[in-house]
Nanobody, 117 residues
Framework: QVQLVESGGGLVQAGGSLRLSCAAS?????????MGWYRQAPGKQRELVAR???????NYADSVRDRFTISRDGFKNTIYLQMNTLKPEDTAVYYC??????????WGQGTQVTVSS
């Protein structure tokens, strides 16, 4: 059974940084076509923030490009989202996501990120 557990959210002032972690169990992170981060702000749809493919190709939302970096550690079976120069509009619940390809997607429980102005 695949589980994704996020950590690292919190409250930070604008301009600050946070690093989110997503620890996977039940499967290796390299078994997924993509792993990534989505976010959902109150009253808005869930949106893709960043993702990394099995072959290390990365994609970012335009709003976070050059501020956020997705990475992974195979030994820890964990992916990360380094978030720098945070803005109040980055406030949202951030979800870890895994796309296995032929099976249903997996989601973490979410971690709250709040950026104060």
């Amino acid at each position: 059974q695949v589980q994704l557990v996020e950590s690292g959210g919190g409250l930070v002032q604008a301009g600050g940084s946070l690093r989110l972690s997503c620890a996977a169990s039940g499967a290796t992170i390299f078994s997924f076509n993509f792993m990534g981060w989505y976010r959902q702000a109150p009253g808005k749809q869930r949106e893709l923030v960043a993702r990394i493919s099995r072959l290390s190709r990365t994609n970012y939302a335009d709003s976070v490009r050059d501020r956020f970096t997705i990475s992974r550690d195979g030994f820890k079976n964990t992916i990360y989202l380094q978030m720098n120069t945070l803005k109040p509009e980055d406030t949202a619940v951030y979800y870890c996501h895994a796309d296995p390809g032929l099976e249903s997607d997996y989601w973490g429980q979410g971690t709250q990120v709040t950026v104060s102005s």
